[in-house]
């Protein structure tokens, strides 16, 4: 099994809501990520788990709140989100982290988020 | 710091056409890099790397070599289909951290 499962694929929220990502590995990968991805733009990192510890925050807003239940769940957590945080949101998953990441990461088919 | 820069799309060929797609990059020491593939709808996927000079990275026809000397990593194929089409992302990356630096992606439209 080499696939990295999101859900759910499409998702509309109002700004007052709150709503959660959701992302699965089952590869035994110790390393997983959270990027975001805007039309016609590369993905951008929001955060990184090793070892389900949260290892790189890249100054994410605090409306973005990422969980790791167990090594092959990865939450994030929407709350009073804007309009443009409006995107894709791609998880990852590689099979070390660190000084052993070689830079292969897997990624999901991602969750495309629209806030109203 | 570290960077990637590749050209601007998209790139529009027709079937069997030969393909270049150029990336350079400006890194303080040795990365790796990576050619990553977006089709239509989905998530990214590794389609080559390299990860030291003059190493050539090669998957489904597709091929690049690691150049130190112009630090490059320019995709080649040498004949593509329609099925080819997708936006290809360049990337570095330093074996002591997890940050994938891509670079702005170039899309490629191949027509029968």
């Known amino acids: 099994d080499t696939e990295v499962t999101q859900t759910p694929k499409h998702l509309v929220m109002g700004m007052t809501n709150k709503k959660s990502l959701k992302c699965e590995q089952h590869?035994?990968?110790?390393?997983m990520y959270w990027y975001k991805q805007k039309a016609k733009k590369p993905p951008e990192l929001m955060f990184v788990?090793?070892?389900?510890?949260?290892?790189i925050n890249e100054s994410v807003p605090s409306r973005f709140s990422p969980e790791c239940p167990n090594s092959s769940l990865l939450n994030l957590h929407l709350h009073a989100l804007q309009p443009e945080d409006s995107a894709l949101y791609l998880c990852?998953?590689?099979?070390?982290?660190?000084?052993?990441?070689?830079?292969?990461?897997?990624f999901g088919e991602g969750s495309r988020l629209t806030v109203l | 710091g570290n960077s990637v820069t590749q050209m601007e799309g998209p790139v529009t060929l027709s079937e069997e056409a030969f393909l270049t797609i150029n990336c350079t990059y400006t890194?303080?020491?040795?990365?790796?890099l990576f050619w990553y593939v977006q089709y239509p709808g989905e998530g990214l996927q590794l389609l080559l790397k390299?990860?030291?000079?003059?190493d050539k990275g090669s998957n489904k026809g597709f091929e690049a070599t690691y150049r130190k000397e112009t630090t490059s990593f320019h995709l080649e194929k040498g004949s593509v289909q329609v099925s080819d089409s997708a936006v290809y992302f360049c990337?570095?990356?330093?074996?002591?951290?997890?940050?994938?630096?891509f670079g702005t992606g170039t899309r490629l439209q191949v027509f029968p």
């Open positions: 390299a990860t030291k000079a003059d």
């Open positions: 890194a303080t020491g040795y990365p790796s």
């Open positions: 788990y090793s070892y389900e510890k949260l290892s």
């Open positions: 990337a570095l990356n330093f074996y002591n951290t997890d940050k994938l630096i």
């Open positions: 590869m035994g990968h110790r390393a």
């Open positions: 990852a998953s590689s099979q070390a982290s660190g000084k052993f990441n070689t830079g292969e990461l897997f």
